[in-house]
């Protein structure tokens, strides 16, 4: 019972002739709220600025001291508006952003209506990606791991990034090039490339200590805790063993009936 499926052997189930369902939207919410807690976290310097107060680096104020780059009249762009990039949308609205862009691999290129904030409804637009990358001052990616978005975020995809702009990955760590968001990150200092990372994910997990990425200030990583809320984990565990009273192990058993009938799952990978 999961949402991603990269760590199983399509290859292999595809050979077989074996169909794979998964279980979308149970760690939706917790994952969005994570995703902007590290966009906040970064475009506000919220880890940077903290360590200054022990360590004595904090003087008398400053006008441009740790400033950050707000939401409002931003652009955020979100590769992938599967159910954890939409959740993540309507989150990031009402910090008023002046456009939300999409993208992803799905066949939909029309806008996707979120919800309505006092008299303004808020919309994703698609974009392609170099469009959303050239244009965004957010860019989350949410999108799933396979061969296609492997290293999507690599050399050639950060360098058409908005110079400042700001990169959140929740989705898998092989998504994104590592030495190539270093490379990117550490030419922040001289007014090029991206601003800040934000990653809850990474590869290999855990990240070895001795990581470059680690040295870096304006690159936030945190142990793969997308679900990693008291009711997320207790919500799993309950569908575990009160599996008839659990919309996860519901999902899977329509799955497995639809698969046994030859008929179409409710919610399928296509191999």
């Not at 052997?9 to 709220?33: I, M």
């Not at 995703?35 to 107060?53: D, E, F, H, Y």
């Not at 008398?60 to 590769?79: E, R």
Request: proline residues 6%; hydrophobic residues 40%; neutral net charge.
């Amino acid at each position: 019972m999961s949402v991603g499926y990269d760590h199983v052997d399509t290859a292999a189930l595809k050979a077989a002739g074996v169909r794979l369902g998964y279980t979308p939207g149970v760690l939706a919410d917790a994952t969005a709220e994570l995703a902007i807690a590290l966009l906040l976290a970064t475009s506000r310097k919220i880890v940077q600025s903290s360590k200054t107060v022990p360590s004595g680096e904090w003087k008398a104020w400053s006008p441009f001291w740790m400033c950050g780059k707000g939401i409002l009249d931003s652009t955020v762009g979100i590769i992938g508006l599967g159910t954890i990039g939409k959740k993540i949308a309507e989150r990031i609205a009402p910090f008023r952003p002046s456009r939300i862009l999409y993208t992803g691999s799905g066949k939909n290129t029309c806008s996707v209506p979120l919800f309505t904030l006092g008299s303004k409804l808020y919309s994703a637009e698609y974009a392609h990606l170099d469009t959303l990358l050239s244009e965004s001052d957010f860019v989350v990616v949410i999108c799933v791991l396979n061969e296609s978005t492997r290293h999507l975020i690599n050399e050639d995809t950060l360098s058409k990034m908005k110079p400042g702009s700001i990169l959140i990955n929740v989705s898998r760590g092989d998504v994104v090039d590592q030495s190539a968001l270093y490379n990117a990150l550490s030419k922040s200092s001289k007014r090029e490339g991206i601003a800040a990372a934000g990653l809850d994910v990474c590869t290999p997990e855990p990240l070895p200590i001795d990581s470059p990425l680690l040295q870096l200030p304006n690159c936030l990583i945190i142990p793969h805790l997308g679900s990693a809320t008291v009711e997320t984990r207790k919500f799993v565990s309950l569908s575990l063993i009160t599996p008839l009273h659990s919309a996860m192990v519901d999902i899977c058993i329509r799955n497995i009936i639809a698969g046994l009938r030859d008929q179409e799952m409710p919610h399928e990978v296509n191999l």
